[in-house]
């Protein structure tokens, strides 16, 4: 058993990505379960903008950089499980896809805001990867089992009902244990378990996309992402973060340098706002600005190191200026609130496709309150601990301490003798 860290934004999707392509997912263009394209190369009219929840997820295949393989490309004997990401995968391969039948199903489950029924998919995803394993034994198989999370949200995440949904995980090991002792192959086995994010309870949600309105700006968000010559474009993922276009009709992003002569204002009203924990404000690849409550700072990446240093506090706790490359910054932060947060800001927000703004919830707060049929009794997606740290759990020691969940895919690759790409966010741990 170990504890590892995710990824800014916290939340399905994007998480995903670390396991599959060993990599954070800013930098391999997906910023967030929702989106603004400014290029308008991706989105098209009439709203340019992506959200990952409902039919727009088979897009998350053709958003993703061509450049980063996905470990299903790398290991042609794969399966994957009620993955978001398939790329690579044969259409026979996908398991527990979801077919015209199944599709409505899962949407009448999901809009009727019925949690309990997410784990009977859960068991029915199970039984297609112990069909596929007895009967085809793949070299590598990915199962996403996602009733924990419904129920989290809607039940809480102590909830009875969530205790129901991680029996269902502890049977399918089981099950899979029992398949590889009978077939002889246990021993050949890697088995790991993971989570692609936390969640912690909420009390209070801000309806983010409303308010800005009611500040007097034209805004756009999801599920009514159209909208005439927005001012702000606000996409909110999981729900404790939330990235924000400011005059979003720019094709390209133009720096916080340049907008804060009108936007200054704007930016510190939202800092005042209780849900409001971090707020970062991106100048372009290598630099940004890390605002809270208690202090602002530069964070900078440059060749592979990353720097921290702060100007009037010290927003992310870190008791200390600091200069490293990914694994003495993630020594540096890891007990502290916001694990990994330097690599993570600095990665986020220098992405292309990221806001201008990007805003990490406080505990107890989320950035959305319409247009959730399950109603969000506890969230993720912030940089906050309770969202970014997860179990690991493996049937085999590691070599060394597993630090991220980028490190599973070059750690899957090196079981499998298989030459990881050269750009990796991760390391392996075997």
Not at 140 to 155: C, M, N, P, Q, Y
Not at 212 to 235: K, N, Q
Request: aromatic share 8%; glycine share 8%; charged share 25%.
């Amino acid at each position: 058993m170990h504890t590892v860290s995710s990824v800014f934004p916290s939340v399905t999707g994007p998480a995903y990505l670390p396991f599959l392509m060993g990599r954070f997912p800013g930098a391999v263009g997906i910023p967030g379960l929702r989106w603004y394209d400014r290029s308008r190369k991706c989105c098209t009219w009439p709203d340019y903008a992506r959200s990952y929840v409902g039919y727009e997820m088979a897009r998350i295949n053709g958003d993703l950089d061509p450049a980063a393989p996905t470990i299903f490309e790398l290991v042609p004997r794969s399966a994957a499980a009620f993955s978001v990401v398939t790329r690579g995968l044969a259409r026979t391969d996908t398991l527990a896809a979801l077919t015209p039948r199944s599709a409505i199903r899962a949407a009448f489950t999901h809009f009727r805001g019925r949690a309990e029924r997410w784990i009977d998919i859960d068991r029915e995803v199970a039984d297609s990867v112990i069909e596929r394993v007895r009967g085809d034994r793949p070299d590598f198989v990915f199962a996403a089992l996602t009733g924990i999370d419904k129920a989290s949200h809607a039940r809480g995440h102590d909830s009875p009902l969530v205790l129901d949904a991680l029996g269902v995980v502890d049977d399918l090991a089981a099950r899979l244990r029992d398949e590889a002792e009978r077939g002889g192959w246990w021993d050949d086995t890697h088995l790991w378990i993971a989570s692609d994010h936390g969640h912690s309870p909420v009390h209070a949600h801000d309806d983010l996309a409303r308010e800005i309105a009611h500040m007097g700006l034209r805004t756009v968000a999801h599920p009514w992402s159209a909208g005439f010559a927005p001012d702000v474009a606000v996409m909110v993922s999981g729900n404790a973060m939330a990235h924000l276009y400011l005059e979003p009709r720019q094709r390209t992003r133009p720096g916080w340098s340049r907008l804060a002569p009108r936007w200054q204002a704007f930016a510190d009203q939202l800092l005042g706002r209780p849900s409001v924990d971090l707020m970062i404000l991106a100048e372009g690849a290598t630099r940004c600005e890390v605002h809270a409550k208690r202090g602002a700072a530069i964070i900078e990446r440059r060749d592979n190191r990353y720097s921290y240093r702060r100007a009037t506090g010290d927003p992310l706790g870190v008791g200390r200026d600091l200069d490293g490359d990914a694994r003495e910054t993630y020594d540096a932060t890891i007990g502290s609130d916001y694990p990994d947060g330097i690599v993570q800001i600095a990665v986020l927000a220098g992405a292309a496709r990221s806001g201008d703004i990007i805003l990490s919830a406080a505990p107890g707060h989320d950035f959305r309150a319409r247009y959730e049929p399950i109603p969000h009794r506890s969230a993720h997606g912030a940089l906050h601990r309770d969202h970014m740290l997860v179990p690991l759990l493996t049937n085999r020691v590691p070599r060394i301490a597993p630090r991220r969940t980028t490190d599973l895919f070059p750690s899957a690759l090196a079981a499998l003798d298989v030459s990881a790409p050269t750009v990796l966010d991760g390391r392996s741990f075997l």
